[in-house]
């Protein structure tokens, strides 16, 4: 076997086709990836929960299978970490949250079946902020999480401890979440690559908010191809959830593939910040400078921007009405309130303070909204815009409090150009576009068409195949 690292860090591809092939066993696989958790978590606190003995176990039973000829599936033998919101059969899952911090679900969710049906292996929990609230991962349980390319610096929210277990080479594969960026902005952060996909994409169960289009789950992963195989897995109708989508006839892997073979003449709509808020210059910089690579493919790349003028107000309105309802009951509990995230606290609390007239003006405004995408999307296949308008910020830090001098007036302020994308319901992805002087990753999101995942991802891996450094590794000491 090559070294820890260079194993560690081999795309989920080739560690499924190794493992089918016999030339490594799950067992090899689980346990070198273990041994580079132990020697690198403690650095930046990508897992809460190792997840050692049932990983163990999960691939020795995986073994028996191949011994047996048994089909095994796509991702067989790759080790993957979820999210610790999202609920583990037997594995502990806290929500970030000291309220549920020896709480070991009966049950996994919906996405967890998958990725076992698939055969992958659970490694553990990834840290996340309580109840995935914010863009910085942090909690009074676990402290907060650092991006591997520089760990005195947080590694964004709220699926950072996915992000950063990714691209420190402690897991193939991660599953995350997202409401207004938090599978984006941890990517970015990272220098990895996460897709929030379209509502109903990814099924989402069991979920208090059967009907929430809002908060997704996602994949993430170093490169668009082991995040294509990925969502082939987690994609697809399931009858307990009421706004799950019905596939197509072709795998997403499989047109990502043939996409990747044609002439990629995509028209593409480039936007500084979507005149929301304002981009650090150097950020801005080198997402401008990596669009060129899109010219360079053939494609026709237009300035121009859909109307967001409201966004702030609907986005805050949309999520004070999702906190009430989630946290509406829990308001009564002195137990709640004195350990529960203040901002948690206080955005459920503006959802039960809004009239009704402010509900129905924010879903009137992004039904108009809706409109206007789908006009924008009749001139043009995708927009691209920089995920995050800043560079990664200290780790302790909750959230930015102003970019270029201009002050942020809430700790949502600075993810608008990840919640435009969340309020109208469009796929969207981040992937590394650069770095910055320092050595932080840069991450340039693409928007597509309402459904239109495969187009994204064949956009996003025609752009990553021209990046010369798409596998570069952070500079961890190991």
Same mark, same amino acid.
């Given at each position: 076997?090559?070294?820890?690292?260079?194993?560690?860090?081999?795309?989920?591809?080739?560690?499924? &086709?190794?493992?089918?092939?016999?030339?490594? #066993?799950?067992?090899?696989?689980?346990?070198?990836?273990?041994? *580079?958790?132990?020697?690198?978590?403690? @650095?930046?606190?990508?897992?809460?929960?190792?997840?050692?003995?049932?990983?163990?176990?999960?691939?020795?039973?995986?073994?028996?299978?191949?011994?047996?000829?048994? /089909?095994?599936?796509?991702?067989?033998?790759?080790?993957?970490?979820?999210?610790?919101?999202?609920?583990?059969?037997?594995?502990?899952?806290?929500?970030?949250?000291?309220? +549920?911090?020896?709480?070991? !679900?009966?049950?996994?969710?919906?996405?967890?079946?998958?990725?076992?049906?698939?055969?992958?292996?659970?490694?553990?929990?990834?840290?996340?902020?309580?109840?995935?609230?914010?863009?910085?991962?942090?909690?009074?349980?676990?402290?907060?999480?650092?991006?591997?390319?520089?760990?005195? +610096?947080?590694?964004?929210? #709220?699926?950072?401890?996915?992000?950063?277990?990714?691209?420190?080479?402690?897991?193939?594969?991660?599953?995350?979440? &997202?409401?207004?960026?938090?599978?984006?902005?941890?990517?970015?952060?990272?220098?990895?690559?996460?897709? $929030? /996909?379209?509502?109903?994409?990814?099924?989402?169960?069991?979920? =208090?908010?059967?009907?929430?289009?809002? #908060?997704?789950?996602?994949?993430?992963?170093?490169?668009?191809? =082991?995040?294509?195989?990925?969502? =082939?897995?987690?994609?697809?109708?399931?009858?307990?959830?009421?706004?799950?989508?019905?596939?197509?006839?072709? #795998?997403?892997?499989?047109?990502?593939?043939?996409?990747?073979?044609?002439?990629?003449?995509?028209?593409?709509?480039?936007?500084?910040?979507?005149?929301?808020?304002?981009?650090?210059?150097?950020?801005?910089?080198?997402?401008?400078?990596?669009?060129?690579?899109?010219?360079?493919?053939?494609?026709?790349?237009?300035?121009?921007?859909?109307?967001?003028?409201?966004?702030?107000?609907?986005?805050?309105?949309?999520?004070?009405?999702?906190?009430?309802?989630?946290?509406?009951?829990?308001?009564?509990? !002195?137990?709640?309130?004195?350990?529960?995230?203040?901002?948690?606290?206080?955005?459920?609390?503006?959802?039960?303070?809004?009239?009704?007239?402010?509900?129905?003006?924010?879903?009137?405004?992004?039904? $108009?909204?809706?409109?206007?995408?789908?006009?924008?999307?009749? *001139?043009?296949? @995708?927009?691209?815009?920089?995920?995050?308008?800043?560079?990664?910020?200290?780790?302790?830090?909750?959230?930015?409090?102003?970019?270029?001098?201009?002050?942020?007036?809430?700790?949502?302020?600075?993810?608008?150009?990840?919640?435009?994308?969340?309020?109208?319901?469009?796929?969207?992805?981040?992937? !590394?576009?650069?770095?910055?002087?320092?050595?932080? /990753?840069?991450?340039?999101?693409?928007?597509?068409?309402?459904?239109?995942?495969?187009?994204? @991802?064949?956009?996003?891996?025609?752009?990553?195949? $021209?990046?010369?450094?798409? =596998?570069?590794?952070?500079?961890?000491?190991?």
């Amino acid at each position: 076997m090559s070294s820890i690292k260079d194993f560690c860090y081999m795309p989920a591809t080739v560690i499924a &086709d190794r493992v089918k092939t016999k030339k490594v #066993s799950p067992t090899e696989v689980v346990k070198t990836f273990l041994e *580079r958790i132990d020697m690198i978590n403690p @650095l930046i606190n990508a897992y809460c929960t190792v997840a050692e003995e049932s990983a163990l176990r999960a691939a020795r039973e995986l073994e028996e299978k191949i011994k047996a000829k048994i /089909p095994i599936g796509s991702l067989a033998g790759v080790p993957v970490s979820i999210k610790d919101v999202t609920l583990t059969k037997g594995i502990r899952t806290t929500f970030g949250s000291l309220l +549920y911090k020896d709480y070991v !679900p009966q049950i996994d969710s919906l996405v967890v079946e998958r990725l076992k049906a698939a055969g992958a292996i659970i490694m553990g929990k990834t840290n996340t902020p309580e109840f995935a609230a914010g863009g910085s991962t942090y909690n009074d349980l676990f402290g907060p999480t650092r991006t591997p390319w520089n760990t005195a +610096y947080n590694s964004g929210g #709220s699926s950072g401890g996915s992000a950063a277990a990714v691209a420190a080479g402690l897991c193939a594969l991660a599953e995350g979440n &997202d409401l207004g960026g938090s599978l984006r902005i941890p990517a970015s952060f990272c220098g990895i690559v996460g897709m $929030r /996909p379209s509502p109903g994409r990814i099924p989402f169960y069991p979920n =208090d908010l059967y009907w929430d289009t809002m #908060s997704l789950e996602g994949p993430m992963a170093r490169n668009v191809e =082991d995040l294509a195989l990925m969502f =082939d897995v987690l994609a697809g109708p399931d009858r307990r959830s009421p706004v799950a989508l019905m596939p197509g006839e072709e #795998s997403f892997h499989e047109s990502l593939k043939m996409g990747l073979g044609s002439k990629c003449s995509f028209k593409v709509a480039w936007s500084d910040n979507l005149n929301l808020t304002p981009v650090d210059h150097e950020v801005l910089q080198v997402a401008r400078r990596s669009i060129k690579t899109f010219e360079q493919l053939g494609c026709t790349v237009i300035e121009d921007c859909p109307d967001y003028s409201g966004l702030q107000e609907t986005a805050a309105v949309l999520r004070g009405v999702r906190y009430a309802a989630l946290y509406q009951d829990e308001l009564e509990k !002195p137990e709640f309130l004195e350990l529960v995230n203040p901002n948690v606290i206080s955005n459920a609390r503006q959802g039960l303070a809004l009239s009704a007239a402010a509900i129905a003006k924010a879903d009137q405004y992004r039904s $108009r909204l809706w409109q206007q995408m789908l006009s924008f999307f009749e *001139r043009y296949d @995708l927009i691209a815009v920089p995920t995050v308008p800043i560079k990664p910020f200290p780790a302790d830090t909750a959230y930015p409090t102003s970019i270029n001098g201009q002050e942020m007036k809430s700790y949502i302020d600075w993810i608008m150009l990840t919640y435009a994308f969340s309020v109208t319901g469009l796929p969207a992805i981040s992937i !590394p576009c650069g770095w910055t002087k320092e050595g932080f /990753p840069v991450g340039l999101q693409l928007a597509g068409k309402p459904g239109g995942e495969r187009e994204l @991802l064949i956009a996003a891996a025609c752009f990553e195949s $021209r990046q010369s450094w798409h =596998d570069r590794r952070p500079p961890l000491n190991d």
